[in-house]
């Protein structure tokens, strides 16, 4: 069974740019959440998204957003990018309130 | 707010040479501590998940553990591929989100 595919796996932007990752979920899974890993901070939640609804928000501000398509892809989307944006962003894939298999993640760069 | 705290940050082992990671917690209701294992550049890789104290796993040199308060995970005679960073994680309520500790980066020299 293939796994968790993200794509790209590396971006360099500038500041004020905006951004788009993509996340492919494992064959069968509905549930997506995406995180954000950071030296500093570590894994912290961004959102999940279930049935092309978004199910539960972390704590990051309105300029990150958020979507899922009906055959379970989901996009995240970042404006106005910031020196502090920059970061691993991990999508993790699931069936239900199962276990969350993670991609490779898209290395995101901001200058 | 749900809190997880790992120690020691980082740990370097002989191999062969045993040891434990902690994981200790603060939830309200705990639905499932998770363990992952994470190479550099890459995404976490699921090793165990544990839903109710006095629970137990294990994986070739790798057995975890969970009380009430904590969970432990025990490297038995590890070899240079078992160095990574460890990351614990809990659920709990009634979401899925996951909150994360920060990670043990483990090394194992020869």
């Known amino acids: 069974k293939a796994g968790v595919t993200q794509t790209p796996r590396y971006l360099i932007k500038t500041r004020g740019q905006q951004v788009t990752l993509s996340c492919s979920p494992i064959?069968?899974?509905?549930?997506v959440s995406w995180y954000q890993q950071t030296p500093g901070q570590g894994l912290q939640f961004l959102f999940e998204y279930f049935s092309e609804t978004q199910r539960n928000k972390g704590n990051f501000p309105g300029r990150f957003s958020g979507r899922q398509f009906s055959n379970s892809r989901s996009e995240m989307n970042v404006s106005t990018l910031e020196l502090g944006d920059s970061a691993l962003y991990l999508c993790?894939?699931?069936?239900?309130?199962?276990?969350?298999?993670f991609g490779p993640g898209t290395r995101l760069t901001v200058l | 707010e749900d809190q997880v705290t790992q120690s020691p940050e980082a740990l370097r082992l002989q191999e062969g040479e045993s040891s434990s990671l902690n994981c200790s917690y603060t939830?309200?209701?705990?639905?499932?501590l998770f363990w992952y294992r994470q190479d550099p550049g890459k995404g976490p890789e699921f090793l165990f998940t544990?839903?109710?104290a006095g629970e137990e796993k294990e994986k070739e040199r790798l057995k975890a553990t969970l009380t009430k308060k904590e969970s432990f995970l025990h490297i038995t005679a590890p070899k240079p591929e078992d160095s990574a960073t460890y990351l614990c994680?809990?659920?709990?309520?009634?979401?899925?989100?996951?909150?994360f500790g920060t990670g043990t980066q483990l090394k194992v020299e020869l």
């Open positions: 544990l839903y109710s």
């Open positions: 939830v309200s209701g705990l639905r499932g």
């Open positions: 994680a809990v659920q709990a309520g009634g979401g899925n989100k996951l909150t």
């Open positions: 064959s069968g899974h509905r549930s």
């Open positions: 993790a894939s699931f069936a239900a309130q199962d276990t969350q298999y």
